[in-house]
């Protein structure tokens, strides 16, 4: 005990900031939780979130410490734009307090906002560095039609954050050329995202002759499940089929109603915003993962599955096809409405490649080294 108490004192402290984590948010705060559960053998990590209902406000899990912080979070699965402010507002004095009191090395914001937000402020008050990852939406290109009225007030307030951070990380190529579009001048690194292999891997699946979909995600426009249901109406399918949806957002009411529409009540469930675990079983059991996304800054769902040993069929878009061609699980489709029948026969047929995904202890290796540089050679 005395040993371990030793090397916690001879850590070097890294205070995370996210405005999600795991289990209220998406695939940002499960990147976070990863990164930090993978270095907590090597760093003193503690990650700053927003509180939600029922949720520990100071916990310790996977070897570091979170805590939520109340910033009027009222969704477990979408963010308000106010809320993301009340985040900065509500997260500036303890943290600034935890930052005087224990003195991290270097803080990792995920988001450039509004987590780069108290990051920049910090850095300028204290002088400690601050690396920024890139998940999309704090990209203003990623989805202007969510997002461009908004960057359209505050992005010139953005460039200060972008600049003076140590490092700035997108989470997939696409995302980094896409960032430095926007942000001319500004040098981005891409280091994709892995794959919580110890939680989601292959199991021998039951043989029967129905076909089972599943869609994880949000239900909003940049996920664009409408098309996925247009398109099981259009298509002529041997088998009989089910479609589970694990999720929730603003198109549900919309989804739900093209469910009765097509007279789809019998073969579509719904189970909500669920955790980890409940897709991870999902997952293992399900004989396709659908992903009709019009855009998404890395995947993370496509993975977890395919390490399922679920093929994917997925939209024609850069970070999904990438994934596609590296593993040779799934299928990618440009046209969902009248492709969709032979893209099913032809993801049916791809052979496992659970193997080819990369684990986050790969990708952490990546992060490690930054941590190392700006922790032991500051800027």
């Keep these: 005990m ?3 108490c030793e090397n916690m004192k001879r850590k ?25 559960k993978c270095l907590s053998d090597n ?22 410490r979170v805590r939520r912080i109340f910033a009027l979070r009222t969704r477990p699965d979408r963010c308000a734009v106010w809320q993301m402010f009340m985040f900065i507002i509500c997260g500036f004095s303890p943290i600034l307090f935890a930052v005087l009191k224990e003195k991290p090395s270097l803080i990792h914001c995920h988001f450039a906002v509004p987590s780069g937000v108290l990051g920049y402020v910090f850095n300028k008050l204290l002088g400690i560095p601050y690396i920024i990852t890139l998940h999309g939406g704090d990209v203003p ?27 700035i990380i997108a989470v997939s190529e696409w995302l980094k050329e896409m960032a430095q579009y926007d942000y001319p001048g500004v040098k981005v690194d891409a280091i994709p995202n892995g794959c919580d292999t110890s939680t989601f891997f292959r199991v021998n699946k039951k043989q029967d002759d129905s076909l089972k979909f599943l869609f994880v995600g949000r ?16 298509c002529k399918l041997d088998n009989k089929w089910v479609l589970h949806i694990v999720g929730d957002g603003p198109l549900l009411p919309m989804v739900k109603q093209k469910v009765v529409d097509f007279g789809f009540q019998d073969k579509v469930i719904f189970h909500g915003w669920r955790d980890q675990l409940f897709v991870r079983n999902m997952m293992q059991n399900a004989s396709l993962l659908l992903m009709p996304s019009i855009v998404e800054s890395s995947g993370l ?17 850069p970070p999904l096809k990438s994934i596609i061609h590296d593993t040779k699980c799934g299928v990618v489709l440009g046209d969902w409405r009248n492709g969709f029948s032979d893209a099913v026969k032809k993801a049916l047929s791809c052979e496992d490649c659970s193997n080819k995904v990369l684990d986050w202890i790969t990708i952490a290796d990546r992060y490690e080294k930054i941590y190392s540089e700006y922790i ?4």
């Design 2 to 4: 005395v040993n371990d």
């Design 219 to 234: 239900l909003s426009v940049q996920k664009d499940p409408v098309v996925m249901l247009e398109a099981l109406n259009k």
């Design 376 to 379: 032991f050679h500051p800027i």
């Design 301 to 317: 769902v496509a993975l977890e599955s395919i390490s399922c040993g679920t093929p994917v069929i997925c939209s024609d878009i």
């Design 141 to 167: 290109s990623f989805i202007p039609q969510q997002t461009g009225k908004y960057f359209k007030l505050f992005k010139i307030f953005t460039f200060p954050i972008w600049k003076n951070a140590a490092k």
């Design 43 to 64: 760093y003193d990590i503690t990650i700053f979130t927003a509180h939600y209902k029922g949720l520990s406000k100071d916990e310790h899990e996977d070897g570091y």
């Design 12 to 36: 070097n402290k890294v205070f995370v900031i996210n405005y999600e984590h795991p289990p209220i948010g998406g695939g940002g705060g499960r990147v976070a939780a990863n990164i930090a």
